[in-house]
């Protein structure tokens, strides 16, 4: 539902800002951790995009990234969108990592609000981490299908 003055969504802690507090970079202050394997699937529409640009972004991706894996259950999906166009080393460094046990499958996406003049980016790029890694093949074969339909009309 719409958010009315005073409501405080679910799942969301609000606090009051201390002389001193360090405005340098994002916090994420979760509520009491949810159990391993909550969810079937989770989506991160360009979140990733805003922690890569603070200092630390390294280990504040893994750290982020490391926590999507921890709340997937058995057989589930993280779909992370990113208004950017990511590289083979940016997937390896960022989703590709030895200590989730997932695959990994992303495709570029044509931008359809696209102009040069607004120095916006002519790709975005879609990532599926899908647990369980014997589906890395046909989860990437599936995903280009996918995506080249989509890109197809542009």
Known sequence: GHL?????PEHCEIRPLSSGHDLRGPRLHLPPAFPDGSFPCILDKSLIDTLRCVNG??????RFIGEMHRLLGPGGVFLSISLNTYTDEDIEQYYSRSQWEWSVAYACIVN?????S???S???TLIVCSKGRERGKELQQSLDA???KGNSRY
């Open 57 to 62: 972004s390294h280990a504040t991706c893994e």
């Open 4 to 8: 009315r003055r005073g409501h405080r």
């Open 112 to 116: 359809p609000q696209y102009e040069p």
């Open 122 to 124: 002519e790709f975005y």
């Open 146 to 148: 996918l995506v080249a």
């Open 118 to 120: 607004k120095d916006n």
